[in-house]
């Protein structure tokens, strides 16, 4: 509040003082989202974080000439005017619910703080709005201990947001997200100290991450607006993401530039491949709240087919963006045989998590995600996850990391004897930076390094062997330039 006062008393200084003493204007640079927000020089908006487009000529003759004659009413009614030009012509809604805006939208229909950047390329076919984006990490990757491996890779993922109005309250929206993991990483998926879940040759996949199926989503959404705070939507995807957990590791900005999945992935974020999910969301301006019907079954091992929709579990999330920069979700579903292999067991996941993202002026941005997980398994009760990661951005250079404890049983680690029903604290910490030599021109490729540290209890000696348990990797980073929204209006023409 106190930064759009502050901001409010500068925009009518100015106004005044342009208006006893006109004289030629340098460029002025404007905020599509906020109007009210004016300055001399380019940068990103400091309350949402989206970048600054020049303020048309025509604009400035509004905002100057007759100055003394316009009365508030006046003026009100011209940024109100100005400002729908500006959304009308720029675009910015989300494909899920044309009531958020872009910056907003992250997998499924889960929310990202609206001062997100976004790293896409934008199409405008008519009224109809095409975005594209993704990311591939060729690599060399060499993980210690007996269990670990030691290979040439490449993690990638591209998806596709489309867009159709219908009418001024309206939108129809199509997304699709496919993966080449299938070819790239193999039917094991890539090497990953500790990590868990789903499975290979009907054995249960340890200290491999699984590769993700071809197609990992292919929605359809429409949302209606009923008034300026309140819209709602319906969300159905064959595969899709439900209402569980925050946006998955791929879509969070403090996640993409690290290649590798969280350790607690299958306790927070895993079921944003699920064949057969039908959501409905009631969004009242920065709050809102969903329910979901889903499958419960995660993928089976062949990655290039549909699996039999069940739509046998259930799950609920309420969102909130208080400010800009914050978004915060709590979630709770209910998983009906999760695991081919334990047909039996049924989960609770429960979820919570804060993203936090801050734009550091002109081309520099940190990221912050907390995401805590729990899952109650049939037979196995409670077992909790705890990741803390940050990535923070200037101009080429990217720095991140990620935190990790998470509580893995006997089962998931494939142990034997009396170990299969203990459970074992895991950490792990992860250091990572990025270079990009190829920036701003379309497609950004990096070269980055990671190194991944691991502890363990001594018990797990036996499996791991007595070594420290590490990972070290060296990549390249490609995926599309950060969306400057001077770019949209270009291709709007």
């Not at 209890?457 to 001077?486: A, K, M, Q, T, W």
Request: hydrophobic residues 35%; aromatic residues 10%; contains cysteine.
């Amino acid at each position: 509040m106190l930064r759009f006062l502050l901001t409010f008393i500068l925009v009518a200084i100015t106004s005044a003082l342009l208006a006893q003493a006109p004289k030629p204007e340098a460029t002025q640079y404007t905020c599509v989202m906020h109007p009210e927000v004016i300055q001399d020089h380019p940068g990103r908006c400091p309350k949402c974080g989206m970048e600054l487009v020049p303020i048309k000529e025509d604009h400035r003759k509004h905002r100057t000439s007759n100055v003394e004659h316009r009365t508030s009413n006046e003026e009100a009614v011209h940024q109100t005017a100005h400002h729908d030009h500006a959304m009308h012509e720029m675009k910015m809604q989300s494909s899920v619910n044309l009531a958020d805006p872009m910056t907003r939208e992250g997998s499924g229909t889960s929310w990202l703080p609206d001062s997100s950047p976004m790293y896409e390329r934008m199409f405008m076919l008519g009224q109809d709005m095409l975005m594209l984006h993704g990311a591939a990490f060729p690599r060399y990757t060499n993980v210690s201990t007996r269990r670990g491996d030691d290979r040439i890779d490449a993690p990638n993922w591209l998806m596709g947001m489309f867009s159709h109005p219908l009418g001024d309250s309206a939108q129809f929206g199509v997304r699709l997200m496919m993966s080449l993991d299938p070819l790239t990483e193999g039917g094991r998926g890539y090497p990953l100290l500790f990590q868990s879940g789903e499975s290979w040759h009907d054995q249960p996949l340890h200290d491999r991450q699984h590769p993700h199926d071809l197609f990992s989503e292919l929605s359809l959404t429409y949302s209606q607006k009923f008034t300026p705070d309140l819209s709602s939507y319906i969300y159905f995807g064959y595969p899709g993401e439900p209402a569980l957990g925050p946006p998955t590791f791929m879509h969070r900005i403090s996640a993409m530039d690290d290649p590798d999945a969280p350790l607690g992935h299958h306790w927070q974020d895993s079921s944003h491949v699920t064949f057969g999910v039908a959501t409905g969301g009631l969004v009242w301006r920065t709050v809102k709240i969903e329910g979901s019907v889903f499958t419960g079954r995660e993928p089976d091992e062949d990655r290039y087919d549909f699996d039999r929709p069940r739509f046998d579990s259930a799950s609920g999330r309420i969102s909130w963006n208080p400010t800009p920069d914050l978004a915060l979700q709590f979630s709770h579903g209910y998983l009906k045989s999760p695991e081919g292999l334990e047909p039996t067991v049924n989960r609770h996941r429960t979820t919570a998590s804060i993203i936090y993202n801050k734009a550091l002026g002109h081309d520099a941005n940190w990221a912050t995600t907390f995401v805590w997980g729990q899952n109650d398994d049939t037979h196995e009760g409670k077992t909790q996850s705890f990741l803390l990661e940050s990535d923070f951005q200037h101009g080429r250079d990217t720095f991140y990391t990620r935190l990790e404890r998470v509580e893995k049983s006997g089962h998931e680690l494939v142990l034997d004897g009396a170990d299969l029903e203990k459970i074992f604290p895991i950490y792990a910490a992860s250091f990572g930076y990025v270079h990009d030599f190829a920036y701003g021109d379309g497609i950004d490729v990096g070269l980055g390094a990671q190194f991944t540290i691991d502890h363990r209890p001594d018990e797990l000696d036996r499996y791991y062997g007595d070594e420290v348990g590490y990972g070290l990797e060296v990549f390249l980073r490609i995926r599309p330039s950060l969306h400057r929204h001077h770019e949209m209006a270009d291709a709007m023409k």
